[in-house]
Structures are given as structure tokens and as C-alpha cells.
């Protein structure tokens, strides 16, 4: 196997600049540094090389991110597909902007506590043990809440995604086939991600719940494109109106429900027994005995009104 060294480095380097008289001042002068696919198993000491901005270190044997304490100008990282378990000694690294570690063996997202520029971090694909999800440290979310942009956590057997509500800066997540669920859980999280533009969860069971794509739509007013396909504004103030509309006659059904129960409850007081039904015989037209409309107002318990007392006094008096 092979040790990132300031050796190697001179050697990758060297057929380009095959007039340089002073290497090692050359190697200070270097911004970019690409020893991909190089069966690099160790990063040894390449301090030399202050000026580095951007090393790629992908596709290689790592274990142990280590020896770059002196690198405090790198801005990219790409340490995709190797063998890293843990992520450590990065505090170092302050104008660190892109984080790539996709295709690991990480399984607690941690160490960043210290980073406080990082606006992209690629998480995919970690080779997780059976039943096991990706974790996160709380402290390293926090330190990410103000400065994280783009977040790739796919294929990673997550389930939820509350946690993730405090990184409020939030504006492309990835989080392709894990298994994501519930709608109310996402929904908790859209509400704090206010500059969120896309977001794509395809491969998640909670694609196929009813009117999935609807209530994300609504739910947030800045997302551009959901699963890869654009968001049109026709589309979300259509679905805005139909969500307006469905409440109103909700509250409406509810209002007229409680309305009726009132009328109900009050009616119970007032009529305590029921009314006898009225007979009436279509082909002869009878005047209600006095006796019945007397019975009916004890039965009633309430004063009659003035025009029923008064045919009850007239039918009394034959007149």
C-alpha cells in the first residue's frame, strides 16, 4: 500500500513543472492536489504544501482522516469511497466549505462541531452494519445549523429527518432510498427549512402516501423542483387555494354541526315530553277541541301565545 507523503505529492507533480528548479518551493505554491485512485492506505506528512485549497483523495484505502492540522486553507475535501470509520481531526481545517465523504464506513456524523463555514456535505452510501442507521451528533448540527446548504444523506436507512429541522440555511437536500415514512415528521421539518429549493426523496416509502407530492408543495412556499421535477407556481397557488377552500368548508360543516347541536340542546329544555301528534282528516276540516289545546300548553310547560289563548277563550264561549 502507499502513504500520502510530500514524495508522492513531488511525484504527481513533477511531470508538470519539469523546469521548476526548487521543488520544494514549488510544492508551497500548490493550490490543488488530486492523488485519486492512488492505493493510498495513510496520509503521512505533506505539510510543505500550506497553500492547498482543494485535495482529492477519493477512491483510495484511507482509514483514518489525520495530518492536516497545517491545512487550515482548504476549502474542498473529496474523500469519497475509502475505508473512514470516524470523523476526526477536521477542527483544523477552518475555511473548509465542502465535505465530501460518500461511500465510507461512518456511522455517527460528528466532528464537525468546529467548522463553521461548511457548506456542503455528502454523507451517501455509508457501509453500514446490518439494521443500522446514520446518526447524528446533536452538537455537530448545531454548529452546521447556520452555515449548511446542500446535504446529501442517501441510502443511508433514515427514517426521520426532525432532527435535521435545525439546520435553518438548508437549500438542496438529497436523501435518496432510505426509509422515510411519515408525512408529519417531514412536514415538521419543512416548516423550519424556509430557503429550501430542492429536495428529492425518491426511493422512500413515503412517496407513495396519498397526495404526497400536494402537501409538500403547499407546506413549502420556496421549494423549486421536488424528486427532480419543477415545481410550478400555477401548480402550488392551485393547490394553495384547494387546501383554502377544503378548510373553509370544513369549518363551515363544523360551525353548522355545533349550531345544531345548540338548537337541539335547547329544544330538550324547553320540551321535556313529547307533543302528542295532531290528527287531521283531509275531507272533513275539524276545529282542536279546547281540552287538547289546553293539555298541549301543560305539556308544553310555556306560556301560549296571545292568538292561541284567544281562540281558546272564543271556542270557550261559543263565539
Known sequence: MVQL????????????????????QHLRKITHLNLADKNID????FSLCKNLRVLYLYDNQISQIQNLDFASNITHLY?????????????????????????????????????????????????????????????TLSS????????????NNIDELEELAVLENLSYLTAVDNKLQHMKDLEVALTKWTKLRRMDLTGNPICHKPKYRDRIV???Q???????????????????????????RKK???????????YLHFSDLETPYSIPPFHCSHSVKEEPEP??????HKIIRKPLPRILEKKISQMKTGV
Open 252 to 262: 363551515n360543516k363544523e360551525r353548522m354541526t355545533n349550531d345544531h347541536a345548540v
Open 218 to 220: 403547499v407546506q413549502s
Open 291 to 296: 281540552l287538547v289545546l289546553s293539555e298541549m
Open 144 to 155: 452546521l445549523a447556520k452555515s449548511l446548504s446542500v446535504l446529501n444523506i442517501s441510502n
Open 5 to 24: 507523503t510530500l514524495d508522492l505529492v513531488a511525484k504527481s507533480v513533477a511531470h508538470k513543472n519539469r523546469n521548476e528548479g526548487d521543488s520544494g
Open 79 to 139: 474523500f469519497q469511497n475509502n475505508c473512514i470509520s470516524c470523523i476526526e481531526n477536521l477542527s483544523s481545517l477552518k475555511n473548509l466549505e465542502k465535505l465530501y465523504l460518500g461511500g465510507n464506513y461512518i456511522t455517527v456524523v460528528e466532528g464537525l462541531d468546529k467548522i463553521e463555514k461548511l457548506r456542503e456535505l455528502h454523507l451517501e452510501s455509508q457501509n453500514l452494519p446490518p439494521g443500522e442507521k446514520l446518526l447524528f451528533d446533536p452538537r
Open 42 to 45: 495513510a496520509i503521512g506528512d
Open 222 to 248: 420556496t421549494l423549486e423542483s421536488l424528486d427532480g421535477k419543477e415545481i410550478k407556481e400555477m401548480e402550488r397557488q392551485f393547490l394553495v387555494n384547494w387546501k383554502a377552500s377544503k378548510a373553509a
